[in-house]
């Protein structure tokens, strides 16, 4: 087994399987992190059987991942569909129209985990996970519904406007391009584009994370950032507006779902 | 794992990743940083599905293996990263870890097995500790350590020795036979 720099011998000791499981534990010296669910379509979509392997390719090289990316996305709705798990989420509303996998879905339609879901620029489309959660799409959002590894519920929003009630305690987050949005018993909006993503926490707490150190926001009235590619979340300052997320907006998403204010 | 070496099984592959991902994103986040450990991962488990036939059950355990290959790829990145400066991450705190109310044995598991590493590791001196961490995590050498932390290199060495027979001694209920 490769040990880098770490090994038994470095220092005086034997080899040995004992030290090997223990280098292994150490692991969990840093700590366990949940992964975006979009990692793990990502790594499904990407492996292959050794016999496809392009030309001149070795396991792992640049050259196959770049393939693999390149077939990531048509891929990726294959491997969703073989490991979707059956979850209770439909939708509850819709108006101006509403794609799932592409088709058509009127309410009442399931949302599998893993399918792409789209609301028009005018439309808007309600979905309710169970009864504890749900999220009001809206703006020509797209996104897709998955279950992390740690059975949380992730929404990954690539663009448009969502709009969220969870009830305390439900491990429910969004993903955007540039971070993550994770509920701790909130209402909340994330409005992502390409250019930058917008967080509202309307009431109760929100952890952000991504390429910066996690931040947690509270409030008892609508407090916004902005995080833009790469940097921490900041005040959303002159991005900041209370479209679509009104206490009002709020109220009747509540009620859709049958959560309680 | 052997389903996936032998049968190249991706439905076994895709329970081997929701079983050790939160060990291995942890790592990769602590040895390249948020930005890059999505990319570092994902080459690992590249790597790991390519080379699954390699996978000897009697040298060691799959979380041995995976450990291994995942931290290797991810000190590749650091390596890269040097001319820029090295730079040790900070801990986030607060970051999503495994959910309690998703309380599965497996889950549950690796609660047990990080409060047992995370126990071990603080009951070190902290120079044997601060030490191994350098090296396992950090990817340095002991002359590299004993440079930065302006200690002999024989010092560094028996830290590290004194401290790695004290974590075996400790982890070793937790240690796959």
């Given amino acids: 087994m490769e040990h880098e720099k770490f090994d038994p011998r470095s220092m005086d000791l034997e080899p040995s399987r004992a030290f090997d499981e223990a280098s292994g534990l150490m692991a969990y010296g840093a700590g366990l992190r949940v992964p975006p669910a979009h990692l793990r379509s990502k790594v499904m979509a990407a492996i292959r059987p050794a016999s496809e392997l392009p030309l001149g390719a070795s396991p792992g090289g640049a050259l196959w991942r770049k393939a693999a990316a390149a077939a990531a996305i ?3 709705a294959v491997a969703l569909s073989i490991y979707a798990r059956p979850e209770g989420a439909s939708l509850a509303a819709v108006e101006g129209g509403a794609l799932i996998g592409g088709k058509p879905a009127g309410v009442g339609a399931a949302l599998p985990m893993g399918a792409v879901i ?3 620029p005018d439309g808007r489309a309600v979905v309710r996970i169970g009864r504890r959660a749900g999220f009001e799409l809206s703006r020509g959002a797209r996104a897709i519904l998955e279950r992390t590894a740690a059975n949380a519920i992730e929404l990954r929003l690539d663009s448009g406007w969502a709009l969220s009630a969870v009830k305390t305690g439900t491990p429910y987050r969004i993903s955007t391009p540039h971070g993550a949005a994770r509920a701790v018993g909130t209402d909340f909006i994330v409005k992502a584009s390409a250019e930058r993503t917008y967080a509202c926490i309307c009431r109760g707490r929100l952890v952000l994370t991504g390429p910066f150190p996690d931040q947690t926001v509270a409030a008892d009235h609508h407090a916004d950032f902005i995080i833009e590619p790469g940097q921490a979340p900041k005040p959303a300052g002159r991005w900041s507006s209370l479209d679509g997320h009104r206490d009002e907006a709020i109220g009747a998403l509540r009620g859709r779902l049958g959560l309680r204010p | 794992m052997r389903r996936v070496a032998e049968s190249r099984d991706r439905e076994a592959f895709a329970r081997l990743y929701d079983l050790y991902a939160p060990l291995l994103f942890g790592l990769s986040v602590r040895i390249v940083g948020h930005a890059d ?5 994902q080459e690992a488990m590249i790597q790991i599905w390519e080379r699954a036939a390699d996978f000897d059950g009697a040298k060691g355990s799959v ?3 995976l450990v291994v290959i995942t931290r290797s790829r991810c000190l590749d990145r650091l390596r890269q990263k040097e001319a820029a400066g090295r730079r040790q991450t900070p801990l986030p705190d607060g970051e999503d870890f495994i ?3 998703a309380a ?3 889950a549950l598991e690796h609660r047990e097995a990080e409060a047992a590493v995370l126990e071990a590791l603080a009951s070190l001196p902290q120079e044997q500790r601060q030490a191994l961490e350098a090296g396992y995590f950090g990817g ?3 002359s590299e350590i004993a440079k930065d932390l ?3 290199l024989g010092t560094i060495k028996t830290r590290m020795r004194l401290g790695m027979i004290k974590l075996m001694e400790q982890l070793k209920p937790l240690l796959e036979p």
């Fill in chain 2, 37 to 41: 450990a999505e990319d570092a991962l």
């Fill in chain 2, 150 to 152: 302006g200690q002999p």
């Fill in chain 1, 74 to 76: 048509l891929a990726a």
């Fill in chain 2, 99 to 101: 959910d309690g109310s």
């Fill in chain 2, 63 to 65: 979380r041995a293996w």
């Fill in chain 2, 104 to 106: 599965s044995g497996e």
């Fill in chain 2, 140 to 142: 340095l050498s002991q």
């Fill in chain 1, 118 to 120: 789209e609301v028009p």
